[in-house]
DNA sequence: TGCCTATATTGATGATTGTCAATGTCGAGG
DNA sequence: CCTCGACATTGACAATCATCAATATAGGCA
């Protein structure tokens, strides 16, 4: 898939919005969206938390699983929609799998509200 | 149905989290995702940003239906979603409908994510 | 090499969702 | 009272989604 949805950016020219459009174009709100869908599950909404609130900064999905009450593919699953909505980051050291929060993405997806 | 999920509320003491629970329980998640959820559809999203950018503050169903090349029911049923949500307020005069923001809606919405 | 463990992928299934056509409601004007 | 116009509601249908069981991949270790 890899969609690379709104976040994640900063690579292209896209700083200041086009602005040139009556308020909010087809395509952008089509990508916009996608953000919010990955944001729109109790779920992972969870798991954002979990992994936010975690000292070290990143967990691996065996400290996931249990407190979600999930079976190990559903946590697999919820976690690939984050990585690829660009709001967490995926590492594999070993067998373990860390997930941590993309620096700045929340942030980020707060500003989409403030530039509707 | 009438849900009234986080927003709207100011009206318990909810004002600075619960803070007691080890990141976020399931029922606030739930609660929460309802918004997110709201705001998961490209055209709710141009919904919002048309009546944001109204000079008046405030839109009837007949300007937002052609803009999203969407049949009126459909807009109606997308405009119900955001009012649930607590995120459009409706106003009926004579025969219009009229949408408005609630006001610090969005604010309150970008910080459920400041606040997970 | 071969087993064990952690994670990802696949396939299937029930639930939810976005959309439209048809119909209902209700205020305004004749 | 009757009709028209704006909007809401209902019912149906296709598409998407969340979840699980089963299986695949792949690294660590004996």
Redesign the pocket.
């Known amino acids: 898939m890899n969609s690379l949805p709104v976040l994640d950016a900063a690579s292209d020219e896209s700083c200041c919005a086009p602005a040139g459009s009556p308020a909010l174009g087809a395509e952008e709100a089509r990508r916009k969206a996608l953000i919010f ?1 990955a944001l ?2 109790p ?1 992972r909404l969870r798991l954002l938390s979990i992994v936010k609130a975690e000292a070290s900064g990143e967990s ?3 400290d996931l699983t249990e407190p979600l009450d ?5 946590v ?6 984050l990585v690829d909505a660009g709001l967490l980051h ?1 590492e594999k050291r ?4 860390y997930y941590s929060l993309v620096p700045g993405a929340l942030e980020q997806t707060a500003g989409l509200l403030a530039s509707l």
């Open positions: 869908k729109a599950d779920n691996c999905v065996c999930l079976g190990q593919p559903t697999s699953h919820h976690l690939k929609i995926r070993g067998t373990w799998a």
